[in-house]
């Protein structure tokens, strides 16, 4: 079986609704009444400054952490705790350092009941998906930090979640890696029509990604607005000088600096 046949495999699932998501910490609210739908498939990025709670609602989705009132459904069913239906891939890389390559991303597989050589066998064909086979067996600190979110990114699928979570996945590298990691994420997911919840800071690299932006305010983390992405697809860089792709920017980033200015007049008053 090739990537292109992993691609391929049954019917794409993976729906998430949220349903007024309140969370608070120590008496402090850090999610305010979060409601949004991400349909199967979709790539639904999340934006917001600072402190907004993105991190905190992507756990919630993940099971992680648990809402103070509201629920999160995937698939239609409620999410009580982690399960392997979605997987998450974070900023930094949690790679085991003892286990090559080809074994951390077969880790899941063994954990869900695989044997190590028919993991390996699994673990493979990921690997040949983010297009690094020649480092199946390499240790991870013989890998670039880019080389290293691959094979997070591949262990994460390897499991074959219907949701993959990504916490501002490229946040650690360098501005000329993450293009290429945003290329080769749309690349992997137009191949296999994943449902994508992604956080990040960057308007830019969540227009480039989205179908649809979940845009939060702060104090408290709430919704400002849901930005529909009307870019053709497939997309590369190139798409980044287009006009329409300045103006989506655009539209984003005064939705977030208005908030960041009325914050600003608000701590003043
Ligand atoms: N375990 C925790 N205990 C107490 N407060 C928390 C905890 N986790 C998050 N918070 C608070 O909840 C709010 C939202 O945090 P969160 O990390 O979700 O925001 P974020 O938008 O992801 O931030 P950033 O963009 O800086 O990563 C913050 O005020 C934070 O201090």
């Given at each position: 079986m090739t990537s292109t046949d992993i691609a391929r495999e049954g019917a794409v699932t993976g729906s998430i609704d949220a349903k007024c998501v309140t969370k608070s910490y120590n008496g402090r609210i850090a999610l305010d009444s979060i409601s949004f739908r991400v349909e199967p498939g979709q790539?639904?990025?999340?934006?917001?400054?600072s402190g907004c709670g993105k991190t905190t609602l992507l756990k919630i989705v993940h099971g992680l952490v648990r809402a103070s009132s509201g629920e999160v459904h995937v698939n239609g069913l409620p999410v009580a705790e982690p399960c392997r239906s979605r997987a998450v891939v974070f900023q930094g890389d949690s790679l085991m350092p003892w286990r090559s390559v080809l074994d951390n991303i077969g880790f899941g597989l063994e954990m869900?009941?695989?044997?190590?050589?028919?993991?390996?066998?699994k673990a493979r064909r990921y690997l040949e998906l983010v297009e690094l086979e020649d480092v199946a067996h390499y240790q991870p600190h013989q890998l670039s930090g880019g080389m290293r979110q691959r094979v997070n990114l591949a262990r994460a699928l390897a499991v074959e979640p219907e949701v993959l979570l990504m916490d501002e996945p490229f946040a650690a590298l360098d501005a000329q890696t993450r293009e290429v990691m945003q290329e080769e994420l749309l690349r992997i997911w137009h191949q296999r029509s994943q449902t994508v919840m992604f956080v990040t800071h960057q308007i830019?690299?969540?227009?480039?990604?989205?179908?649809?932006?979940l845009?939060?305010?702060?104090?408290?983390?709430?919704?400002?607005?849901?930005?529909?992405?009307?870019?053709?697809?497939p997309r590369d860089l190139h798409m980044k000088r287009s006009a329409a792709f300045g103006e989506l920017v655009e539209q984003v980033w005064s939705l977030i600096s208005g908030e960041a200015q009325k914050e600003s007049r608000r701590v003043q008053s």
């Amino acid at each position: 079986m090739t990537s292109t046949d992993i691609a391929r495999e049954g019917a794409v699932t993976g729906s998430i609704d949220a349903k007024c998501v309140t969370k608070s910490y120590n008496g402090r609210i850090a999610l305010d009444s979060i409601s949004f739908r991400v349909e199967p498939g979709q790539f639904y990025a999340v934006v917001g400054p600072s402190g907004c709670g993105k991190t905190t609602l992507l756990k919630i989705v993940h099971g992680l952490v648990r809402a103070s009132s509201g629920e999160v459904h995937v698939n239609g069913l409620p999410v009580a705790e982690p399960c392997r239906s979605r997987a998450v891939v974070f900023q930094g890389d949690s790679l085991m350092p003892w286990r090559s390559v080809l074994d951390n991303i077969g880790f899941g597989l063994e954990m869900g009941g695989l044997k190590r050589e028919q993991a390996r066998a699994k673990a493979r064909r990921y690997l040949e998906l983010v297009e690094l086979e020649d480092v199946a067996h390499y240790q991870p600190h013989q890998l670039s930090g880019g080389m290293r979110q691959r094979v997070n990114l591949a262990r994460a699928l390897a499991v074959e979640p219907e949701v993959l979570l990504m916490d501002e996945p490229f946040a650690a590298l360098d501005a000329q890696t993450r293009e290429v990691m945003q290329e080769e994420l749309l690349r992997i997911w137009h191949q296999r029509s994943q449902t994508v919840m992604f956080v990040t800071h960057q308007i830019d690299e969540a227009v480039l990604l989205a179908d649809r932006i979940l845009v939060l305010g702060s104090r408290p983390g709430r919704v400002i607005r849901v930005v529909d992405v009307d870019l053709p697809r497939p997309r590369d860089l190139h798409m980044k000088r287009s006009a329409a792709f300045g103006e989506l920017v655009e539209q984003v980033w005064s939705l977030i600096s208005g908030e960041a200015q009325k914050e600003s007049r608000r701590v003043q008053s």
